[in-house]
Nanobody, 117 residues
């Protein structure tokens, strides 16, 4: 059973930065895509960033985070990251890591990000 564990959330002031991590219990090379989603209270979960795993690294970002967020990976650590810069209060949400294999989809438990002064 694959597990995804997010970390790195917290409270940050507007304009600040955070780096989220998503550590997989197995090799991330087993997935064909991984991504970050977020969910604000009373709203649907939305895609923030996604990337192909293995082969050519291709990333995709929501328009609202382009130029501010960057997704990266470390195969040796079986971890993907989301570097978040220039944070706005509207970035406040629970952030989830998702991984897609050929047989199923995996989700992490989420990490809270709060942007407030």
């Amino acid at each position: 059973q694959v597990q995804l564990v997010e970390s790195g959330g917290g409270l940050v002031q507007p304009g600040g930065s955070l780096r989220l991590s998503c550590a997989a219990s197995g090799s991330i090379s087993n997935f064909y895509t991984m991504g970050w989603y977020r969910q604000r209270p009373a709203e649907q979960r939305e895609l923030v960033a996604s990337a192909t795993i293995g082969g050519i690294w291709r990333t995709n970002y929501a328009d609202s985070v382009k130029g501010r967020f960057t997704m990266s990976r470390d195969y040796a650590k079986n971890t993907v990251y989301l570097q978040m810069n220039s944070l706005y209060p509207e970035d406040t949400a629970v952030y989830y890591c998702k991984a897609d294999s050929t047989v199923r989809v995996y989700w992490g438990q989420g990490t809270q990000v709060t942007v407030s002064s």
